[in-house]
């Protein structure tokens, strides 16, 4: 394996960050739980194979600044390592399995998800191959790739190289990999280990890096004109070849201030952040992050509903809040009446044109709205859920009723 490492061309990682910053706690960047939190708030549906919806997550980047591709890599690792799953019985995102680990930095736990994200991402990112294992898992793939970032440890290969230097270094005699796998700690066998040169081809190879990209196991660095790979710190970490840095003091802050923003430290309990996530704009997603409370959304959502009264109790665990943020969260109900919904026919009666031309100007409401309504009626587009339409009226303050026995 030395020998095999020496004839490769190398760069040592002091060439490429000569002031390499300190490893972050795996999990514990202010960006990963910034998206975590997004995901949480209901701002984002989950498509049918439980990844986040592409349109929700370009509208939220443009609104925070935000890397959409960052968002999306971080968002399919989220989802495959069980940090979160899609909610159930709606269209958002919901905890799962390792929600905790990931929020209070449990280690163990946050090891053994990781890994198996990892080769399910192998797993998703690889075509099928008569010639293949079935499963990721089955040859052991995150054995390989720790025993390559021990071999190459501390060093940076050509980016258009690593593919094939991971299918070379998977065909040295099996005995070359079980023995200093062992010293490793881990429990592979030489039959497994002659397995891993068949997920190597090309698409195999280009999965692979998927994966470990996703992960953030590995990263690439320009230099001198020239793409370098590395295995990345979180990637030795998570393999058990490297301890853990010690957890920075966590930045908790939270002011608000007169102009209404707010500025919230990303280490907050994720019930705090996912309020301010669903409830307020975004401005600047860093180490403290940077919201907006949305005045006229505040204005539409008045009436003491859960989420007026969630955003309400955030805010005050700052402090004595600014007049104006005072004066506008206490301002009364502007809009209220009652409705009637005739759900055979879509039709809705409001009770007044007061209420029917609130709801044609509420932004939450409007879209749900088709043209030509008879006098003093709204009509329900064809494609839309009447339900969905009266649990919008209700948040903010609306009171719903059905139209008994009543069609068109």
């Not at 490429?16 to 939190?37: I, K, M, N, Q």
């Not at 010293?183 to 190879?205: A, H």
């Not at 007169?258 to 409830?279: Q, S």
Request: hydrophobic share 40%.
């Amino acid at each position: 394996m030395r020998r095999f490492v020496e004839r490769q061309t190398m760069l040592p990682l002091a060439n490429l960050f000569r002031d390499h910053d300190a490893s972050v706690y795996p999990c514990g960047e202010y960006w990963r739980r910034a998206v975590a939190a997004m995901l949480l708030s209901g701002r984002i549906a989950a498509r049918g194979d439980g990844f986040p919806n592409k349109t929700d997550v370009n509208r939220i980047c443009r609104e925070a600044n935000f890397d959409q591709y960052r968002f999306e890599a971080t968002g399919r690792f989220l989802v495959m390592a069980k940090i979160v799953r899609p909610h159930g019985q709606g269209s958002g995102y919901e905890p799962a399995r390792y929600g905790d680990a990931f929020w209070n930095h449990l280690l163990r736990p946050l090891q053994e998800t990781a890994r198996q994200a990892f080769l399910d991402l192998v797993q998703q990112f690889t075509p099928s191959r008569v010639w293949r294992p079935t499963s990721a898992a089955s040859p052991g793939l995150d054995h390989l790739v720790a025993l390559f970032a021990a071999a190459f440890m501390d060093r940076a290969i050509p980016s258009d190289q690593v593919g094939d230097v991971f299918l070379e270094f998977s065909k040295l005699p099996p005995q070359d990999l079980t023995d200093p796998g062992r010293q490793l700690g881990f429990r592979t066998r030489e039959y497994g280990v002659s397995g891993w040169d068949r997920w190597l081809d090309t698409p195999g190879q280009q999965g692979l890096l998927s994966a470990l990209y996703v992960s953030n196991w590995a990263e690439s660095v320009e230099h001198r004109k020239q793409c370098w790979f590395r295995l990345s710190d979180t990637a030795l970490i998570m393999l058990g070849l490297a301890g853990p840095p010690e957890l920075p003091a966590p930045v908790v802050d939270l002011r608000v201030l007169p102009n209404l923003c707010v500025l919230a430290g990303a280490d907050l309990p994720p019930d705090k952040l996912v309020t301010l996530f669903r409830n307020c704009r975004i401005r600047r997603i860093d180490r403290v992050i940077e919201f907006q409370v949305d005045r006229r959304r505040l204005t539409e959502t008045t009436s003491p509903g859960p989420l007026h009264r969630s955003l309400c109790e955030v805010l005050e665990d700052s402090g004595p809040l600014p007049a104006t943020v005072e004066s506008l969260l206490r301002h009364p109900p502007a809009r209220g009446g009652e409705i009637r919904i005739c759900a055979c026919s879509a039709i809705v009666l409001p009770q007044s044109a007061e209420v029917l031309d609130a709801i044609r100007r509420h932004s939450r409401l409007k879209g749900y709205l088709e043209a030509g309504a008879p006098r003093g009626y709204l009509l329900i587009k064809p494609r839309s859920s009447p339900g969905n339409f009266a649990e919008r009226c209700r948040e903010p303050g609306f009171k719903v009723s059905l139209l008994p026995g009543q069609a068109g």
